[in-house]
């Protein structure tokens, strides 16, 4: 027997994501890396009702804040409100420092960093289409589960320790 | 599992096996190129793969479309059938190697009996356009835009409840296409793994479910729990023996999830399961009253057909009863190395946390597949002496997926399982980062009962 770990390429289990960081999601529910932005929602922390939907763009680093039903954010002055900056240090923690800088095409080496390097001013991005990713993100919470063997499942390993 | 059975186990090369895992290799090359720039060579894998099921059925149909593919017609349908002849493929490589642990182990197993039904769902078809692209395009080819096409698909796909299983496959697949996006840049490409998912999706979009062939009653005396993940999918899967019959069983139950509900969470997904956790988290055998049994081995769990029996101990169940259990027969369609999954007792060892020893022979663990949503750690696997475990092949190689060990901690001999936080976690430092991290299902919950019904 080798005692060689077989190459990814030939392994039918190779891990291919890293788990995501476990983080509180009271602040910040949903962040993700898609559509070359990073983005997510971001609630409101006087009003339990309204929810933030924030975004930076990738490469350019343009950004918008603005509440789901698309008026604009009052903390947005010339400069990233508080919600922009919370959308960061949950990324960070959630992804990782590395993961998010490579993805945005920032340097730094904190969210704070991050922040203080994004260049870019604000600039017009439609919050529905971030938003409706997040309604769908929370439908899957809503599908109701199964007694039915889902064979597949043996392809995707429980994520645990890195070996 | 004693020493001279691992000895067994290893003996000598299985024939066939190291040949039919090349020609698989080769389709998967022509897979990360992809279909429409295979060139002379990668058509010739094709070709061959397609010679290697010449003697079955698939062999002609197989033979055309390795031959139009070569020669650039490139239908859905060839694409199908050449999936199907790398499924039949990979299905006599897990025949020969379950057989040759069947006999390591003594273990007899049922023949195949039930009827694998087939199925021309409109949504499941939506997909297979989709899974013809990225062949066609190949792996190094897909980019954000591709392998994001079939997001709505997908979506479509899981509100149905009887299309679940291609669902969650090509959820986790087009997921893991995204995160790696644009594929071209990546140094290393997972060929095998992703060639799988494709091919056992293309299959899938054309089966339908295994009905349920008897109803048993009895008592199931738990071994231990596997529990499965990715970003949008859990699911956990107990292996127990069902007595008094004397017979392996399994039974699952799966959720869907986002990827910020992990770890130790992922048991509150699944908390409308009370009896079936309790079990787990209390070790109690189960008493079941005509509860479905697939005739693959699978029981459909419903907590109505159940009750908390008396106090199981997996260790006992496993030293007493485990090595003359009957072992069920693997449906054709699930006939591939990854579905190994064979509970095993093993004894007596000793561990570098790595790899154990036994009476000269040795066997890996399974380090890939530790989950975090339980107790067991490479340091509790290391002061191990005995453990239930799962049998698992893969990349040319057995290696042992612990369930459960036996350890010498602090001179005190501990029985750790997978399912022992079924119910929450039992370890004070990990309940204290879990209140520190709070309730995501309970947040988003929240947050879905706010804003989704708006
Ligand atoms: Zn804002």
């Known amino acids: 027997m080798n005692a060689e770990r077989p190459a990814c390429e030939q392994l039918s289990g190779a891990r291919v994501l890293s788990p995501v960081q476990p983080r509180k999601l009271a602040k910040v529910p949903f962040v993700e890396m898609a559509e070359g932005r990073l983005q997510g929602v971001v609630s409101s922390g006087s009003d339990i009702e309204r929810v933030y939907v924030s975004s930076i763009i990738a490469g ?60 870019g001013g604000p600039e017009s991005i439609p919050a529905a289409v971030v938003f409706s990713r997040f309604l769908r993100h929370l439908a899957y919470l809503e599908l109701p589960d199964t007694s039915e063997p889902i064979a597949e499942l043996h392809w995707f390993p429980s994520l645990g320790a890195v070996s | 599992m004693l020493g001279t059975q691992l000895t067994a186990l290893h003996d000598g090369a299985l024939p ?62 060839h694409l199908t059938t050449l999936a199907g002849a790398r499924t039949a493929l990979f299905g006599a490589v897990h025949d020969a190697l379950l057989d040759r642990l069947d006999s390591a182990l003594g273990r007899t197993r049922a023949a195949w009996e039930g009827a694998q039904p087939q199925s021309t769902d409109p949504l499941a078809g939506a997909c297979r356009s989709w899974l013809a692209e990225l062949a066609i395009t190949g792996w190094r080819g897909v980019d954000h835009d591709l392998a994001s096409a079939a997001d709505q698909a997908i979506q479509n796909l899981l509100a149905e409840p009887r299309l679940r299983r291609l669902a969650m496959l090509l959820d986790g697949l087009a997921a893991e296409l995204r995160a790696s996006s644009p594929i071209g840049a990546m140094a290393r490409l997972p060929a095998r793994r992703w060639a799988d998912l494709w091919a056992r999706a293309s299959l899938l979009t054309k089966t339908g479910s295994l009905e349920a062939t008897e109803r048993v009653s009895g008592r199931l005396l738990p071994l231990g729990v596997d529990i499965h993940e990715h970003g949008t999918a859990a699911q956990i899967q107990i292996h127990a023996i069902l007595e008094p019959q004397g017979r392996l069983v399994r039974t699952s139950v799966a959720a869907a999830k986002v990827d910020t509900i992990s770890g130790p969470f992922v048991w509150q997904l699944l908390s409308s399961y009370p009896v079936l956790l309790g079990a787990l988290a209390k070790r109690l055998s189960l008493e079941i009253t005509d509860m479905p049994l697939l005739p693959g081995g699978d029981l459909l769990w ?13 260790f006992a169940a496993a030293r007493v009863q485990l090595s003359g259990a009957s072992a069920p027969a693997v449906p054709p369609l699930e006939r591939h190395p990854v579905r190994i999954a064979e509970p095993v ?10 790899t154990l020893q036994l009476d000269g022979a040795s066997l890996a663990f399974d380090l890939d597949r530790l989950p975090t949503s339980g107790p067991l750690t490479p340091q509790l696997l290391k002061a191990s002496t005995a453990c239930i475990g799962l049998m698992r092949w893969d990349g040319g190689q057995w290696r042992l997926q612990p369930l459960a060990v036996q350890a010498n901690v602090k001179k005190e001999l501990l029985a750790v399982h997978n399912g022992d936080w079924a119910q929450g976690p039992t370890d004070q430092k990990v309940l204290k980062s879990y209140a520190k991290a709070g309730d995501p299902v309970a947040v988003l919950k929240e947050r879905a009962g706010r804003l989704l019904r708006k």
Not at chain 1, 70 to 79: D, E, F, Q
Not at chain 1, 98 to 114: F, I, K, N, T, W
Not at chain 2, 345 to 354: K, T
Request: aromatic letters at 6%.
């Open chain 1, 60 to 119: 350019t680093h343009g950004y918008n804040c603005s509440t789901n039903n698309n008026r604009p954010c009052g903390g947005l002055r010339g400069a990233p409100c508080k919600h922009l900056w919370s959308l960061v240090e949950e990324a960070v923690l959630q992804y990782g420092l590395e993961r998010v800088a490579r993805y945005l095409r920032l340097e730094g080496d904190s969210a704070a960093s991050l922040m203080h390097n994004l260049s």
């Open chain 2, 345 to 354: 007792f093993i004894e007596g060892y000793r561990s570098d946390g790595h």
């Open chain 2, 16 to 77: 066939g096996v190291d040949e039919a895992v090349d020609l698989i290799a080769g389709f998967d090359d022509a897979l990360v190129n992809g279909f429409a720039r295979l060139g002379e060579e990668r058509t010739a894998a094709l070709v061959a793969l397609a010679g290697a099921v010449g003697g079955t059925p698939l062999g002609p149909a197989a033979a055309e479309a390795a031959e139009k593919i070569g020669a650039g017609s490139i239908s859905e349908e």
């Open chain 2, 302 to 314: 419903q907590e109505g057909k159940a009750s908390s029996g008396p106090s199981s101990d997996p």
